[in-house]
């Protein structure tokens, strides 16, 4: 069996992070370990949510793995709240990599052309620098930017979304991964660039009508348990595409709560079915 850490807060209301990834990448048959990385009432996005940070916790807990010599398959990094969490996680990476596993960041910060409230540029070019040594990695258009220092475009070609992938990958990422990637008419959809191999991939979807948090957060979780599944990059966004659509369609047949995110429970049996052999 698989064994994962994932690497991210927990936002108690608001389905997002660690409360998505941990029953995902479990349900997919992958043991998931956690570092929560703080404690919030909920996301960032409500008002006046409460937080307790954990970042005095992640050293130790790290050690005493190292002292048990417990290791990983995939370390996946999420949302993480200042420089120094960043700076732990390269360390940890350092520490954890093997020739067998990879690292998987999602390099959440923002979306729609803004960064979440508790971040600014410096945090991105910061993050920047953890994308630098992950095998992985996933922004969506305005972490790319932020990260990149490329322009915000809302409306954008093919060869725009190219010039950010081969500007994350600059970085040093191996593949990068561009989640919400739109650029024809009436579609969305994830592409990806693998440097070692100089090649492309594009997936696209009918775009649906509304957008809800937490949705990345459940594109990079159901990508790793699917990498975890053996499937291949390529594979793995082609299914979390189409998991993250399907939660994403069954929420709007629930009515609109935005910021409480998708019922990606309800589409679970659908995940089931995408990943079986
Ligand atoms: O889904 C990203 C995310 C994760 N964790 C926290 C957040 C957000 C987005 O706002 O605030 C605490």
Not at 133 to 150: K, S
């Amino acid at each position: 069996m698989k064994r994962i850490v994932t690497i991210q807060d927990i936002s108690c209301v608001g389905k997002c992070s660690l409360t998505v990834a941990l029953p995902i990448i479990s349900a997919m048959g992958v043991e998931t370990a956690i570092i929560p990385t703080a404690v919030l009432s909920t996301h960032t996005m409500f008002k006046n949510f409460t937080v307790k940070d954990l970042t005095d916790q992640i050293e130790p807990i790290t050690n005493h793995w190292k002292n048990e010599e417990i290791g990983f398959d995939a370390l996946y990094t999420g949302y993480l709240g200042s420089f120094e969490q960043i700076d732990l996680m390269k360390n940890m990476f350092e520490e954890f990599k093997t020739d067998s596993n990879i690292t998987f960041v999602d390099p959440a910060m923002g979306d729609h052309g803004k960064l979440y409230p508790a971040f600014d540029e410096a945090f991105a070019k910061h993050m920047a620098t953890l994308c630098a040594v992950a095998d992985i990695v996933v922004p969506n258009v305005t972490e790319a930017c932020f990260m990149t220092g490329a322009e915000y475009k809302e409306e954008y070609d093919e060869a725009y979304a190219k010039d950010l992938l081969k500007r994350l990958s600059d970085l040093g990422a191996k593949i990068a991964i561009l989640t919400g990637a739109s650029f024809e008419e009436g579609k969305t959809g994830v592409m990806g660039y693998d440097k070692t191999k100089d090649e492309f991939f594009y997936f696209s979807h009918d775009k649906l009508a509304s957008s809800y948090h937490g949705t990345g957060d459940i594109f990079s979780s159901t990508c790793v348990g699917a990498l975890m599944n053996g499937y291949d990059w390529k594979e793995a966004v082609q299914i979390a595409a189409k998991y993250t659509a399907e939660c994403i369609r069954l929420t709007m047949e629930d009515g609109k709560l935005q910021w409480y995110g998708v019922h990606f429970e309800q589409a679970m049996p659908y995940l089931m079915k995408l990943i079986e052999k």
